[in-house]
C-alpha cells in the first residue's frame, strides 16, 4: 500500500471518529447543562412557600429534602445547626419553651444571585409571634442562603438569620416591663419613705 494511500485513509477514519464525537456532544452537553436563569430562578422560588408552611406550622418535614452532609446555619436566635435533627431540635424546644406559642413567617426575598451550580439566595423575613397569653411581637429578620444544585436538586449549603438586636418588638416590650418595675419600685420607696418620715416627725412632736 502507498503512503499516499494509507494517508488518505487514516484521514478518512479521523474524520468518521471527529463526526461520531461531534454526533455525541451534543446530547452530552445537554445532560450535564444547567437550565437558563429563568428556570432555576423559579426553582428556588418553589422553595419560599415550603419554607413559610414548615416555619409556621412547626412540621419541618418538608424542608428535609435541602439537607445533606454538609449543610450548616444559624438561626435568628443565634443557635447554630450541622444537620436537619438539629435544626428540628431547636424548633422543637422554642415550642416546648413557649407552649401554645403562634409563630410565622413571610419572606421577602430578592432576586438570587446565580454562580453556576451555587445560588446566593437573600432577602428580609416577616417574622410574627403570639404567646398563650395573648402578647404580639412583630419583627423584621435579614436572612442568606447559599444552595448547591446536585443533580438537579438544590441542597443547603449554609443559612443565616439575623436581626437587630436593640430596635425590636420583644426587646422593647421586656425594656418597657423593666422600666415598669423601676417606675413601682421607686413608687414604693418614696411611698415608704414618705410614711416613714411621717411616723419620725410625728414622734418628735409628741415627745416636744
Not at 47 to 76: H, N, Q, R
Not at 87 to 101: E, N
Not at 120 to 135: L, Q, R, S, W
Request: net charge neutral.
Amino acid at each position: 500500500m502507498k503512503m499516499s494511500t494509507l494517508l488518505r485513509f487514516q484521514s478518512i477514519a479521523a474524520a468518521m471518529l471527529a463526526a461520531l464525537l461531534l454526533a455525541n456532544l451534543p446530547s452530552v452537553h445537554a445532560a450535564d447543562a444547567l437550565p437558563d436563569d429563568a428556570a432555576l430562578h423559579a426553582e428556588l422560588r418553589q422553595w419560599v412557600p415550603i419554607y413559610e408552611k414548615a416555619i409556621s406550622s412547626g412540621d419541618l418535614s418538608s424542608l428535609e429534602p435541602l439537607f445533606d452532609a454538609g449543610t450548616s446555619g444559624v438561626v435568628v436566635n443565634n443557635q447554630s445547626f450541622k444537620s436537619f435533627d438539629e435544626l428540628k431540635a431547636i424548633y422543637a424546644k422554642f415550642y416546648a419553651d413557649f407552649p401554645g406559642v403562634v409563630y410565622k413567617v413571610t419572606l421577602n426575598p430578592a432576586p438570587s444571585q446565580l454562580f453556576g451550580d451555587l445560588a446566593v439566595a437573600h432577602g428580609t423575613c416577616d417574622e410574627y409571634v403570639k404567646t398563650a397569653a395573648g402578647n404580639e411581637f412583630t419583627y423584621t429578620s435579614t436572612w442568606t442562603a447559599v444552595l448547591r444544585r446536585v443533580d438537579g436538586k438544590w441542597k443547603l449549603v449554609r443559612s443565616q438569620v439575623t436581626m437587630d438586636p436593640f430596635q425590636n418588638s420583644i426587646v422593647q416590650y421586656f425594656v418597657k416591663k423593666a422600666e415598669m418595675g423601676y417606675g413601682f419600685g421607686g413608687l414604693a420607696i418614696g411611698v415608704i419613705g414618705g410614711l416613714l418620715a411621717g411616723f419620725l416627725l410625728k414622734r418628735r412632736s409628741a415627745r416636744a
